[in-house]
Every structure is written in C-alpha cells, then in structure tokens.
Antibody, heavy 128, light 109 residues
Framework: QVQLGQSGAQVKKPGSSVKVSCVTS????????FAWVRQAPGHGLEYMGG????????NYAQKFQDRVRITADESSTTVYMELSTLTSEDTAIYYC?????????????????????WGQGTLVSVSS | DIQLTQSPSSLSASVGDRVTIACRAS??????LNWYQHKRGKVPKLLIH???SLETGVPLRFSGSGSGTDFNLTINTLQPDDFATYYC????????????FGGGTQVQI
C-alpha cells in the first residue's frame, strides 16, 4: 500500500503563505509524479499543479501560476506545495496524490496522467 | 486548458439501480479520461483510468466507456457504499497545459 503522509492542519492570516509537505517512499519518489489537488467548502476537486521529481519538471494550473510553488526534496523523498498571498477563498483541504506520467504524443513534454494514490489531506484555514 | 463538463450535476437513485454519469471534453482527448469516487470526509479514490481500465480492487459493477470527447461511468446494481460524488479528469494535456477535473456528479438517495 502506497503511503503518502501529509503535514498537519494550519491556520493562516490573509496575505500570508502556507507550505504543506507530503512524505513518500524512495521507490515512489523516483518513479512517479506528484500532484496537488484541493477542495474548498462546497466546491469540487481542483488541480493546482504537479511535479515529476526525476527531471525535475513542474507544471501549474493557470489560476495558481503566480502564487504556487511545488518542489521535491530527494534526500527526504518529500514533495512540498507552497501557496502565497492567501485569501479566505484558499480555505480548503489540500491533497497530494501520486501520479502516473508520460507523453501522450511524440514530441510532447511529459505530463501527469492520473492519480492512483492520495495523501490524507491537509486542512488549511485562512482567517483574520 | 481542456474543459470537462459532467452531467448531471446530481442525481437521486436507489439501491439496485443502474446509474450512468456522462463527461464531455472540450476537445478530443482520445482515451485519456479517468474517474474518481469521493466520499465526504474521505480521500478521493481512483476507479477507472484511460476511459475503461478498472483500477485494481474496484468492484466489477463499475465500468467506463467512451473515447474522443464523450465518456460515461456506469454503476450497475448500485450499492449503499456507492453514494458519493464522482469526478472525471483528463490526463491528455502536456505542459504548459495541465490536467483538469470535471465539476462532479453527486449520487444521492
């Protein structure tokens, strides 16, 4: 059973930043990609961005392009997601997910395909 | 980015029913369409990848079909454990474009 262990819940002030971690095993870290997906109250699943650590290659959803940063640390086999300039609309559960990756078409940059294992989720609350 | 439109957004069903959820992509994505089940307070679960491949351990009453732009998730003989929200997700895009999720379909009693 793949284990993705996320850091605990956080409460943040508007305008601040949050950093969430996702620990995995070495085998998983070197062979898969990772995505960050969030669910705000009353909303559906929303893809924020992803990383393929072996390159490394990152890719962000346009909505978050200017204020999200996803990194990976090989020494600790941990993936991080940092979101800046928080507002109340960023209150959500943030999930990391293991991703199958590859190129669908010849010449394409590798992308994430689907998410077959998920972390337990991290609640981030933004409130003044 | 590729947009995914799910229909219906919610449906009411009974145990034993056959349920079909549709997902339409804004452009051709071949078979790069995946389905997830998400229950309140739980972690999302991959059901089907690449349009019709059943993930290991997922009950056989779940099936996926379609290619191109139109896809379906079918649940045969609905069980009490199946009441949840279902999402489609496309994995066709390559950077700088990204994967996207559909808006979800809530299956309720």
């Amino acid at each position: 059973q793949v284990q993705l262990g996320q850091s605990g819940a956080q409460v943040k002030k508007p305008g601040s930043s949050v950093k969430v971690s996702c620990v995995t095993s070495g085998d998983t870290f070197n062979n898969y990609g990772f995505a960050w997906v969030r669910q705000a109250p009353g909303h559906g699943l929303e893809y924020m961005g992803g990383i393929i650590p072996i390159f490394p290659l990152t890719n962000y959803a346009q909505k978050f392009q200017d204020r999200v940063r996803i990194t990976a640390d090989e020494s600790s086999t941990t993936v991080y997601m940092e979101l800046s300039t928080l507002t109340s609309e960023d209150t959500a559960i943030y999930y990391c997910a293991r991703a199958q990756w590859g190129s669908r078409r010849i010449g394409d940059i590798a992308g994430l395909h689907y998410f077959d294992s998920w972390g337990q989720g991290t609640l981030v609350s933004v409130s003044s | 980015d590729i947009q995914l439109t799910q229909s219906p957004s919610s449906l009411s069903a009974s145990v034993g029913d056959r349920v079909t959820i549709a997902c339409r992509a804004s452009q051709i994505i071949n078979s790069s369409l995946n389905w997830y089940q998400h229950k309140r307070g739980k972690v999302p679960k991959l059901l089907i990848h690449d349009a019709s491949s059943l993930e290991t351990g997922v009950p056989l009453r779940f099936s996926g079909s379609g290619s191109g732009t139109d896809f379906n998730l079918t649940i045969n003989t609905l069980q009490p454990d199946d009441f949840a929200t279902y999402y489609c997700q496309q994995g066709y895009s390559s950077p700088p474009e990204t994967v996207t999720f559909g808006g979800g379909t809530q299956v309720q009693i």
